[in-house]
């Protein structure tokens, strides 16, 4: 578990959520906090609805039943419209899986775009915050020019990021951040990712395969399993008596990122 700033207080409530598409329940009473400064890892097998939760905490989609609260607000109040909502918008970043960068844009026109869109300051100020973002996570500045299909995956990786991170948000989405990576820039982003939140004081919640990033800097993990989620201190939960948590962290990837002896299971010591 990585070492994180003194816990906040709840900066997302998921409250009683059900997310349901025809007769098939996804989601059926989620229950989940994220607290300010935290790095929150979600995993789960598939068809658990990991995308789908996202996408609800993000406003993107509206639960069947229950709500979402973010900085104190309901993002899925009807009562509100989409005012709240879309005022909330610019005060949190999303890294999707693939970067979604505009494939006609250069690097830095990706990340100058969002935040000539929710500013008022000149373009020429928003370059130059623009390079710094993409200074901040890494990149140099024979990329700046560059479009997304000139980019090698952890490049890409890193200008979605820096995307994200345009408008100063106060939490930063992450989907599947080092999939595609190798081992050592896999291992390196995840290392980017605890410097941006210590200096930035950023909320990260991440949806994650990786066992090594959800075992090294994940502070909590969320499980989905029986369409709820079982959420506790990484440390904690690894140890959890539910069967799939039981198969997913003590089989041979979990133990080995674990540090743990391949012939042990988990509660066998």
Known sequence: MSET????NPIIEVRDVVNRFGTHTVHNGINLTVFEHEILGIVGGSGTGKSVLLRTMLGL???TGGGVKIFGGDITCKEKGSGYLHSCQPRWGVLFQSGALFSGLTVLENVVAPIIENTT?????????GRLKLKMVGLKEEAFDKYPSELSGGMIKRAGLARALATEPKVVFLDEPTAGLDPISAAEFDQLILYLRAHLKLTVVMISHDMDSLLTICDRLA??????????VTDVIVHHPHPWIRSYFGGVRGRAARGTNTQTTLGAA
């Open 5 to 8: 700033l003194e816990p906040g």
């Open 121 to 129: 300051i000149s373009k020429s100020f928003a370059s130059e915050l």
């Open 61 to 63: 989609h509206t639960p």
């Open 223 to 232: 499980v989905l399993v029986d369409r709820k989620v079982i959420a506790d």
